[in-house]
């Protein structure tokens, strides 16, 4: 096979005659060609638009992450300080009342207040205000201390001076039907007749009326002993000891925890006694203490 390539112009002499090999040759050259000019062009068209696509998304990236940083930061002082708020208001009400149960004046237990001024975000580019608001945080922070501590101190001598009431022997160890027949103090004894120190108060009531602990303890003798007949003795604490004597029947026993006004024993006449009555003493490190003192009820006189 030939190919035969004549001119349009008939003047132009000579014909160029090339084989089907050669044909097939130079096709390939120009194929190759082409495909090496198109991809040339393509890496250089990627290159530009990867350049400029970096670039843009690099520079969101950065300022979206900057903005949730920010943002993040903020929120989470917000929390703190919301934290403080609520546990400061907590405390400043705690701190009342225990002021109340204890019987101190509000006014001396004032401890300076922070109020911490909440600054208000902007978003959309425009200004965060945040200034100062970090060091108020801190300002809270040491106030909060402060008011912590000073609610620890007033909750201990609440507790000190509820433990100290809870021991005093106030309540009457007879409810009903007692009368007062023998104060505390010198008189003529029942007996033998000579000047003695009573030391508690006679309580007539019937028998069998209940006998009650006038506050809260360790029964130290429940047992009858001589001429106090069946006795129990509580003991309540740094020296302070109640006792009641002549009893008919106890319902304690030695070693047992009693709590202020239970029934610990029954009106009687055992021992030296001339009658049914409830023998009441006071002793603070054995010695005797007048009961009407301490009693808050009062019972009546024969």
Not at 102 to 107: N, V
Not at 244 to 256: I, M, R, S, T
């Amino acid at each position: 096979m030939k190919v035969v390539i004549m001119p349009r112009d008939r003047a132009v002499q000579g014909i160029l005659s090339l084989s089907f090999g050669q044909c097939l040759l130079c096709g390939l050259v120009i194929f190759v060609l082409l495909l090496h000019a198109g991809a040339t062009l393509q890496r250089s068209l990627g290159s530009s638009l990867a350049v400029h696509s970096g670039v843009g998304e690099s520079g969101s990236s950065a300022t979206y992450r900057a903005r949730l940083a920010d943002q993040q930061a903020l929120d989470s002082l917000y929390m703190q300080v919301g934290v403080l708020q609520a546990n400061y208001q907590r405390l400043e009400v705690l701190s009342q009342r225990v002021a109340g149960l204890a019987g101190l004046p509000a006014t001396n237990l004032e401890i300076v207040a922070t109020d911490v001024a909440m600054t208000t975000l902007k978003v959309d580019g425009e200004v965060t205000q945040l200034r100062g608001l970090g060091q108020q945080l801190r300002t809270f922070q040491a106030a909060l201390m402060k008011k912590t501590e000073h609610f620890v101190v007033l909750d201990l001598l609440l507790t000190k001076h509820a433990a100290k009431n809870a021991r005093k022997p106030t309540a009457m160890p007879l409810a009903t039907f007692s009368q007062l027949s023998s104060t505390y103090g010198w008189r003529r004894h029942p007996f033998h007749a000579e000047p003695s120190l009573h030391e508690g108060l006679d309580l007539a009531a019937p028998f069998g009326t209940p006998i009650l602990a006038a506050s809260g303890g360790l029964i130290r003798t429940a047992a009858p002993q001589g001429s106090f007949g069946n006795l129990i003795e509580i003991d309540h604490g740094e020296g302070l000891l109640t006792r009641y004597a002549h009893a008919q029947v106890l319902l304690v026993k030695k070693g047992d925890l009693v709590k202020r006004g239970q029934v610990i024993a029954r009106v009687g006449s055992t021992g030296l006694s001339t009658g049914p009555h409830l023998h009441f003493e006071i002793r603070q490190h054995d010695k005797p203490l007048d009961p009407m003192a301490y009693l808050t009820g009062k019972p009546r006189l024969r």
